[in-house]
């Protein structure tokens, strides 16, 4: 069965699509049976949506690993996710694109043991393939006329960027700011803004669609990716094996062929 996945962006609508019988974590989920691992069931992990195609395929191969067990997915900005666990919503494990979101988890007493850094992301400006403005720099973003989507502050991503335009001095207006990266990309997918910042391993996920154009100021806005084990697991066993599993060389050479750098 390939990994599954659930987005959701309030806490209600998560906490209701994963506590019912097709949602649900745990070793005696419906379809586990026991693997040489001793992982079995459901587990059930809250990424950040900027993870959605590396832990997609991590996912799928975590299962190819583990006969028998499944790994289901929320994906959605970090923020949210944070917020989601802390109201209770039954999860195994947490990734997050920025420690900030992590800590909020972790000072609610609802990590198992330390985070860790498994991965880093550095962001670039999408536009639409061709570059038809000719987007060179930050400061291309500030012509007359131009839209721009970013992503809102209290995400990663948003936070990354605020960090990047301060350092450049670019008094950017967006025109949207969305709540996830894959909303800020789907914005120049769709033909609704002339660019977006978002992580150079989303513009490569969309490379049919996007460019992604490199500014040296995003080289002091990398984000940090920790993931932790959540003491809440209903699959104890299994959170902590998808965790190892990422931090191994199989779950790094997936993450770092969509782009993202060895933490």
Known sequence: MGARVVRAALAGVT???LAGPAGCGGDAS??????????????TVFAAASLTESF???GR???AAHPGVTVRFNFAGSSALANQINQGAPADVFASAAPKNMQAVTDAGNGDGSPATFAR????IAV???NPKRIAALADLTRPGLKVALCAEQVPCGA????ALSAARVPLRPVTLEQDVKGALSKVKLGEVDAALVYRTDTRAAAADVDGVEFPESAGAVNDYPIVALKNAPNRAGARAFVAYVRSDRGTAVLTGAGFQAP
Not at 37 to 42: A, D, F, K, L, Q
Not at 121 to 124: D, F, G, K, R, W
């Open 128 to 130: 639409p393939r061709g």
């Open 61 to 63: 191969d975590f299962e």
């Open 56 to 58: 997609t395929r991590i």
């Open 160 to 163: 990354a960027a605020t960090r």
């Open 121 to 124: 992301n550095q962001l670039v």
């Open 30 to 43: 419906p379809g586990g049976s026991a693997s040489g691992s001793g992982v079995t069931g459901t587990v």
């Open 15 to 17: 906490a209701l699509a």
